[in-house]
């Protein structure tokens, strides 16, 4: 690992700023990503700037209108036990507690598991070439073979985004609070993502000097229900094949509005909105899953390793509402 300095401001508004004075410089908050691509020399900085001594960016609290906040620096430990988010986000905290092992849920945090790199391994070992590096082309794409990385609704790019949190978020309509040395902005969850770019790491629209200082998760109506399933290969320590968080609302039974997120089969997490058309105007039923399920992957257009992900990703949304289901009794 290259030598590097690191900085320990006690604000993000202190952070962003240092960010914008050194060029180059990262991020660290829990680390269980930078510090795997600075070993692999993927990531090389001079400077680090830690959020670790960030005050007040370790909270989970409810906001005065119902809605809740989440300090960028809060572990997916304290998610999955946060009482807030288990009344109030039980699908937040039921996918926080899997994630990973127990030992990194004391370290990860919320906003690294967004912003974190994917975990292809042609971009994680330096002597492969990789698009996301600024090489030529996508060496998984040419594979063909990948299997536990390569995305099903992707492009040039096949490498499938990791979070499992992304997709709860994203389903419960989040918003990511961004601040850099001038102030903070709302950032719409679907608006946070960009896609990957050649030589670009990071598949979010973070610039340079902006950091993630805390997640806002609006107030919804009693009416409202939230499912969440993922398909891993082991029960620990590993990253979900495919995962999938749904929230809708219903009025007489019948579903008025819908929100479908998937996770690892795209190089950012992916929003399946003609499955949340599909479902919308129906009861909530094994049958109206069946056609939402359908519905949601008819564009998908997976490498040859990754067909499989396909009938993974029914299943999942399948669950994922039999889940909502079960949680509303």
């Not at 590096?133 to 299997?147: I, L, S």
């Not at 102030?183 to 670009?200: L, N, S, T, Y």
Request: charged residues 20%.
């Amino acid at each position: 690992m290259k030598a590097f300095r690191m900085l320990r401001p006690r604000t993000c508004g202190e952070a962003a700023q240092l960010l914008a004075k050194h060029a180059g410089a990262r991020v660290h908050a829990g680390g269980t990503d930078l510090l795997d691509l600075m070993k692999e020399r993927i990531e090389t900085p001079d400077t680090i700037v830690s959020l670790c001594d960030g005050e007040g960016l370790d909270q989970v609290r409810i906001e005065a209108d119902g809605s809740i906040w989440i300090g960028a620096k809060t572990t997916l430990a304290q998610l999955a036990a946060s009482d807030a988010c288990a009344r109030f986000l039980p699908t937040l905290a039921h996918a926080a507690g899997q994630a990973a092992s127990p030992q990194l849920r004391q370290r990860a945090t919320i906003a690294g598991n967004l912003a974190q790199h994917t975990r292809c391994g042609y971009y994680r070992v330096k002597t492969f070439p990789c698009l996301k590096r600024g090489g030529d082309t996508c060496p998984a794409k040419a594979d063909g073979g990948v299997q536990d990385t390569a995305g099903i609704f992707a492009g040039d790019c096949i490498s499938a985004h990791p979070s499992s949190i992304a997709p709860v978020l994203g389903a419960l309509d989040a918003e990511v609070t961004v601040r850099d040395g001038k102030g903070a902005r709302q950032v719409p969850f679907q608006e946070f993502w960009a896609g990957p770019k050649p030589g670009v790491g990071t598949d979010t629209i973070l610039q340079a000097g902006e950091v993630i200082e805390a997640i806002h998760i609006p107030a919804r109506g009693k009416k409202q229900h939230h499912g969440y399933y993922e398909v891993r290969q082991k029960a620990a320590f590993d990253w979900a094949l495919v995962s999938c968080a749904v929230r809708y609302e219903t009025v007489d039974g019948k579903v008025t509005d819908a929100s479908i997120w998937f996770g690892s089969v795209a190089p950012t997490p992916w929003r399946a909105a003609k499955a949340e058309a599909a479902l919308v105007g129906q009861a909530c039923s094994d049958a109206a899953a069946e056609k939402a399920a359908a519905a949601a992957l008819t564009e998908a257009k997976p490498a040859a390793g990754a067909a499989y992900k396909v009938t993974l990703a029914a299943v999942a949304l399948k669950r994922a509402l039999a889940d909502a289901r079960r949680r509303s009794g």
